[in-house]
């Protein structure tokens, strides 16, 4: 039987048991496509693989793969372990709402080579955030997830209209409804239930979200009450537009 074998650096975003000892891994390959591997041994206890595939760690990997099959990994070395995302429950809800956005907005035969570097930064900014107590530090990883959320989707379609109400125009929106699209002033959202209010200052935080880097993102002040605010807004723009529940993400929110 012909088979092909290749070379891809890649996140792991999901792991699944297969059988007793092995392991499907659902990745993110750097060329921006997702794609399922078995890790041989990745679930048996002193295997070389099992750490090179731990969740959010990034890896070299040679694959091979045959007619019909899934690919196998044959060789692997760790690029990035990512491993405070591991060790911290706080930062591993995080980066597990970054993966489960990262597999929805990935297609196994779609390049784009935005989405490697743009989740690999984030998952280094969960690692990277400080702060003076755990409340703070909640509020610095919904800021970095929220961020990621609203780049990713932007990036595939679905920006927000922000600077005035999608529906006439008025330009000084009070509501957000990921439904409409963006921003709604009071008139335009009492005709379609479920929009948020959202001040301003709200409104432009949003605004921030999409053009910070997330170097900066680290650094600026935020209030958790803001700061959970946008992770809300964050998963219901993703859910509303990828039309998918993301349990990791729900979960994250109620950490």
Known sequence: MPRKTQR?????LDR????????ICRLLAQDGTRLDVVAKGGRKPGSKVAARVDLFCESDLLVTQGRGSLAVIAESAIVHPHARLRGDYERTCAAGALAQVARHTSYEDAQDAYLYPILSRALTACEQATAVDASALDA???????????KVLAHEGWLPVLDACV?????????FSAAAGGALC??????LPGAEPAPRVQLDWIS??????FDRLLEVDVDARTAMWLARMAHLWATTHLDVRLKAFEFFLGV
């Open 8 to 12: 891809v650096q890649a996140i792991v």
């Open 16 to 23: 699944t048991r297969l059988g007793e000892q092995d392991l």
């Open 140 to 150: 610095r990883l919904s800021l970095l997830v929220a961020a990621y959320v609203f």
């Open 167 to 175: 529906g006439c125009g008025e330009p000084n929106p009070s509501r």
């Open 186 to 191: 009071e008139s335009c959202a009492a005709e």
């Open 208 to 213: 921030y979200l999409l053009g910070a880097t």
